[in-house]
């Protein structure tokens, strides 16, 4: 697993966490570092056991195994209440009989402190999140969206070392959820704050991450920055997780890989290995490229997804390839693809786990 | 979407049934609060406000009507005072034992009323189960008399029988508070018990409203448990409208007192309807 960038000091460190709930094991020995104002991204599909690993740093959850520490102190052992990290839940929580300025103003005032810094801190909450307009309001007479903003400004009040939030923009459409993404990740970026954010939308992570920790069935497969993810995905399951993807299974020897009626020269050690093949990294083959692997086959299927298409490809030994193309749509049955051997890049196995 | 007959082969039962036996008894009792009796213990047909003015003019009527609403309160606030808590346990702690524990709660409900108000008379009598007690360990050397037949007893046995109305309203509305809301607060620094305060118990307000709203009305007109453990100074108003209608054969003052009640209740109802509506969300 790749170590937290360098420059910044570690803030959260989640040291061997297991989790079992009964006999159905959740989690098992996740070890991850937060570094100081970072945006990591816990992706994974439903039952794969990240919002469990939120819980468990927010202490609503206690782990089986394993350690949660915050600098110096241990966090794993305290309750919720002392945590100095605060939620952004899945469906916002916002308490129904208080306005919207008392939701925000809750923290404080259970911590005491004094009136005049309340409203202070509270207006300042409000004007960020750009919800002043709506203090007085009971949260069932706002909108998804702007209950979504006051949940933020909830947590962040309290100026917590660590922001956690649950999957907050799944509950939104789509047009919003896009601008909430980038509203959140500037929001992120001018406070400074640590943010762990678990979401199952590739996309989303994509977007807003410096990194992106990826959780399968209770363990992660990589831990990266976006770009390093996509670009050098570590196991197969990551590879297809993670945009789309060609999997090939080839058989190394002497430093050809050869999948087929396909091969091309690859630096891996010999014996059979998956190799993943972006399909942007595919192209009609032409005369002037030299060096590339190429091969026949027969258009199945064209999909236009805008600015690109992807294109079915059935080469001649029954291997399918799914090819990017912003060129427009093929006009010919019959191609001939191209791709370069260093864009094909090997992958681990992703064995089947329950 | 339905059909015409099927549409009044189902309204007309029960709204005939109300009108049969819900309506026309009131109608006919409000008539009879104006009416009046003869010495001779005939019905004078004769319209006046006279009933009500003697409802006003008579202490024993009032005073008791008081008392009533005393006894009434007061059981209202034991069943709180025992129901919340165990509404609150069993909602937020039971756990596995919440479906046994709930059956427990609902199971005296099912136990005939004079059983349960007979049990209490044998444990509070003066060679009953809790003088005798008392007695043997030597904390008393003769029967405590105020146990039975008092407005104690009729207090401690309405709380008993009616705890368990307050227990069932104030559960759900537990039960119907998101526990990602509790969550929430411990997550922004709040303990247990301010959690409880400013957030649980808001919330469960609609509950407690029901089910102490339950426990006075019914408790306020209930007649059997001052009967059988009121004596002479645990009367309620009911027993002086079932001594009306009854021995003393005074149905037009007995209906005017009804009506009194009635009115009472019913604007009980409807504040604690616009209280339940006002704190739920």
Redesign the interface.
């Known amino acids: 697993m790749s170590a937290t960038p360098a420059q910044k000091p570690t803030l959260l460190s989640i040291r061997n966490i297991a989790k079992q709930f009964g006999r159905n094991v959740v989690l098992r020995d996740v070890s991850l570092e937060i570094a100081e104002g970072e945006f990591l991204t816990i992706l994974g599909e439903s039952g794969s056991g990240k919002t469990t690993l939120l819980r468990i740093i927010a202490g609503f959850e206690t782990a089986t195994s394993g350690e949660v520490w915050m600098g110096a102190e241990r966090l794993d052992q305290q309750p919720p209440f002392r945590r100095r990290v605060n939620t952004v839940f899945q469906n916002y929580a916002l308490f129904p009989h208080l306005t919207v300025e008392q939701n925000v103003a809750y923290g404080l005032r259970v911590a005491r402190r004094p009136d005049a810094e309340i409203e202070q801190r509270v207006a300042e909450a409000l004007g960020k999140v750009k919800m002043t307009a709506h203090a007085k309001k009971k949260p069932s007479k706002i909108s998804g969206g702007q209950q979504q903003r006051v949940a933020l400004a909830r947590a962040l009040v309290n100026r917590p070392n660590l922001l956690l939030l649950d999957e907050p923009l799944s509950a939104l459409d789509a047009n919003l959820r896009r601008q909430m993404q980038v509203e959140l990740k500037s929001l992120q970026r001018e406070v400074g704050i640590a943010f762990v954010f678990v979401t199952h939308d590739q996309e989303e992570a994509m977007v807003m991450s410096d990194r992106i920790a990826l959780l399968r069935s209770g363990e992660l497969e990589q831990v990266a920055t976006p770009r390093e993810i996509y670009s050098r995905p570590e196991t197969a399951y990551v590879a297809q997780f993670i945009g789309h993807t060609n999997l090939l299974r080839a058989e190394v020897r002497d430093g050809v890989a050869r999948c087929g009626a396909l091969s091309w020269r690859t630096s891996t050690t010999d014996g059979p290995t998956l190799f993943s093949l972006r399909p942007e990294h595919l192209r009609p083959s032409s005369v002037a490229s030299n060096g590339t692997v190429r091969v026949k086959g027969k258009v199945l299927q064209q999909a236009f997804h805008g600015a690109t298409s992807l294109v079915r490809v059935e080469c001649a030994d029954g291997l399918v390839l799914v090819m990017r193309t912003s060129s427009g749509a093929l006009t010919a049955q019959e191609v001939e693809l191209e791709f370069s051997p260093a864009d094909a890049i090997p992958v681990r196995e992703s064995p089947e786990r329950s | 979407m339905f059909s015409r007959a099927y549409k009044t082969a189902v309204t007309v039962p029960p709204l005939a049934w109300v009108a049969v036996f819900l309506l026309f008894p009131y109608a006919l009792m409000f008539c009879y609060s104006f009416w009046s009796v003869t010495p001779a213990q005939t019905i004078l047909h004769s319209w006046s406000l006279d009933n009500y003015k003697e409802l006003f003019q008579k202490p024993v009527y009032w005073q008791t009507l008081l008392r009533s609403m005393w006894i009434a309160a007061r059981v209202m606030l034991f069943s709180l005072l025992l129901g919340y808590p165990l509404a609150y346990f069993l909602s937020f702690y039971a756990g596995k034992r919440k479906d046994l524990l709930y059956q427990m709660v609902i199971i005296p409900l099912w136990v005939s009323y004079l059983v349960r108000a007979y049990a209490w008379k044998t444990i509070l009598g003066s060679d009953g189960v809790l003088n005798t007690l008392l007695q043997y360990v030597h904390l008393t050397s003769h029967p405590l008399d105020f146990l039975l037949y008092s407005p104690f007893a009729v207090v401690l046995t309405l709380t008993h029988i009616y705890t368990p109305f307050t227990i069932l309203p104030i559960y759900a509305s537990l039960e119907h508070i998101?526990r990602?809301?509790v969550?929430?607060?411990?997550?922004?620094?709040?303990?247990l018990a301010?959690t409880f305060w400013?957030?649980i118990f808001?919330?469960s307000i609609p509950g407690v409203v029901a089910g102490a709203t339950f426990a006075f009305v019914l408790s306020l007109g209930d007649f059997l448990a001052p009967l059988l453990l009121g004596g002479p100074s645990g009367i309620m108003i009911s027993n002086i409208v079932v001594s009306l209608f009854g021995a003393a054969y005074n149905w037009p003052l007995g209906a005017a007192i009804s009506l009194g009640m009635l009115v009472i209740v019913v604007s009980l109802l409807f504040m604690s309807e616009r209280l339940e509506k006002k704190?739920s969300?």
């Open positions: 998101p990602n809301l969550e929430a607060s411990h997550d922004l620094g709040a303990t301010q400013k957030v808001p919330l704190w969300f």
